[in-house]
T-cell receptor, first 114, second 113 residues
Framework: KQEVTQIPAALSVPEGENLVLNCSFTDSAIYNLQWFRQDPGKGLTSLLLIQSSQREQTSGRLNASLDKSSGRSTLYIAASQPGDSATYLCAVRNRSGGSYIPTFGRGTSLIVHP | DVKVTQSSRYLVKRTGEKVFLECVQDMDHENMFWYRQDPGLGLRLIYFSYDVKMKEKGDIPEGYSVSREKKERFSLILESASTNQTSMYLC????????????FGQGTRLTVV
């Protein structure tokens, strides 16, 4: 059974820092990995999707990398801002029966203070 | 833009009531999922469906059932609500195939009193 771990569970940094969030998974037979952002009391917003054949994806100040063989992904946030404060979740997709199931980590809660 | 819409943002129900949570997506996605999210436990999969009238149990199906009579709509049913079902419920959908993105609704915060 796939297990996804995110480290650290919480992070508090001053504005302007570059930071790295980590995601690891136990079953490397994934099809893709997706990073999400969740604001308090809200649903999940997709940030980046990396296919299993890709090494990284970039969107603005965000860069996600994937090392499938070692079961790891990192989300790099450049020049952090208070508006980046949220919980960040990663999800990997494996096959289960007739579908491809996203399995989630528990998230990293990020606070960026001015 | 893909839209996944959950029928309610907040619900308060009494113990023993039958509760329906509705989810509708507008992009003809094959796959739909129901998760619950609790502090310290993350998102846990309750049920999913990969086609109309098809359903599969996830990790925590006990106390829940689902219905998918039309492709765009996936309903989660609490047959007899209990206080331990107080949670945030999240619906997601994905197109068929493997190289696709998951899209989420805004969540329903259910409180059972």
């Amino acid at each position: 059974k796939q297990e996804v771990t995110q480290i650290p569970a919480a992070l508090s940094v001053p504005e302007g820092e570059n930071l790295v969030l980590n995601c690891s998974f136990t079953d490397s037979a994934i099809y893709n990995l997706q990073w999400f952002r969740q604001d308090p009391g809200k649903g999940l917003t997709s940030l980046l999707l990396i296919q299993s054949s890709q090494r990284e994806q970039t969107s603005g100040r965000l860069n996600a990398s994937l090392d499938k063989s070692s079961g790891r992904s990192t989300l790099y946030i450049a020049a952090s801002q208070p508006g980046d404060s949220a919980t960040y979740l990663c999800a990997v997709r494996n096959r289960s029966g007739g579908s491809y199931i996203p399995t989630f980590g528990r998230g990293t809660s990020l606070i960026v203070h001015p | 833009d893909v839209k996944v819409t959950q029928s309610s943002r907040y619900l308060v129900k009494r113990t023993g009531e039958k509760v329906f949570l509705e989810c509708v997506q507008d992009m003809d996605h094959e796959n739909m999922f129901w998760y619950r999210q609790d502090p310290g436990l993350g998102l846990r999969l309750i049920y999913f469906s990969y086609d109309v009238k098809m359903k599969e149990k996830g990790d925590i199906p006990e106390g829940y059932s689902v219905s998918r009579e039309k492709k765009e709509r996936f309903s989660l049913i609490l047959e007899s609500a209990s206080t331990n079902q107080t949670s945030m419920y999240l619906c997601a959908s994905t197109p068929g195939g493997i190289n696709t993105e998951a899209f989420f609704g805004q969540g329903t915060r259910l409180t059972v009193v």
